[in-house]
């Protein structure tokens, strides 16, 4: 049985340019994405074609916008998207993968144990709004989890009211911001930001970001 998954071909030095020594875990991680990731419904059939250049890479580059040493929450992590992504790509990093489906948060657990990460990484089975009390981070991220304004509340009080939310996001992300004007206020986030980070890649990913200081 094979137990990885190498980049396709013209994705090669990418992946190591972006994951270093650190890419034999990172083709573990995409082998068991792509078996009982799909086996137990955490990544769609369709999705195996394409899982380093339009996942897997596409997270790990959000990497480029966080400081070392930093605590990481990621709320509803699923598959690990970004938050294992991010791990594996940096040692320096501490985080914590919110999750409330007990099937996701099983996945999890299993993977962190069999690639190791166990003393960077944390699974925690919970709603975001019932983590506040077990969770103060520095940065919290989000992928497909909601629009703007339902992420906000999810997410911004993670930080106990000081660090940096980073949302995936894609062609929406201005009109987000825009329609998350009154949630921005609400929470006293700073003017959110719309970057570009993995320029390399085929397809560069579009991250907002919101800050908030006490």
């Not at 069999?114 to 981070?137: I, K």
């Not at 992420?151 to 825009?178: D, F, N, Y």
């Not at 320029?199 to 991250?207: A, D, Y």
Request: some cysteine; glycine content about 8%; proline content about 6%.
């Amino acid at each position: 049985m094979v137990k990885e998954v190498r980049p396709l071909e013209g994705v090669e030095a990418t992946a190591a340019r972006v994951f270093g020594e650190r890419l034999p875990l990172a083709e573990r991680y995409v082998w068991h994405l792509a078996t009982s990731g799909i086996e137990r419904g955490l990544i769609g059939p369709r999705e195996v074609p394409r899982l380093w250049d339009r996942h897997v890479l596409n997270c790990a580059v959000v990497s480029e916008l966080i400081p070392e040493g930093m605590h990481v929450a990621d709320v509803g992590s699923g598959a690990g998207l970004p938050g294992l992504c991010l791990a594996l790509v940096r040692e320096n990093l501490s985080l914590t993968l919110i999750e409330p489906l007990e099937r996701r948060v099983l996945w999890l657990e299993e993977v962190v144990a069999d690639l190791d990460l166990g003393q960077q990484v944390t699974v925690l089975r919970s709603r975001s709004e019932q983590a506040v009390s077990e969770v103060n981070c520095d940065v919290v991220t989000a992928r497909a989890v909601s629009a703007l304004t339902k992420l906000l509340p999810l997410t911004i009080p993670l930080l106990h009211g000081s660090g940096e939310l980073l949302a995936v996001k894609g062609r929406s992300a201005e009109r987000e911001i825009q329609e998350a004007a009154k949630a921005l206020v609400k929470y006293r986030a700073e003017d959110p930001e719309v970057l570009t980070v993995g320029r390399f890649l085929p397809e560069p990913t579009t991250v907002v970001r919101v800050r908030v200081s006490s």
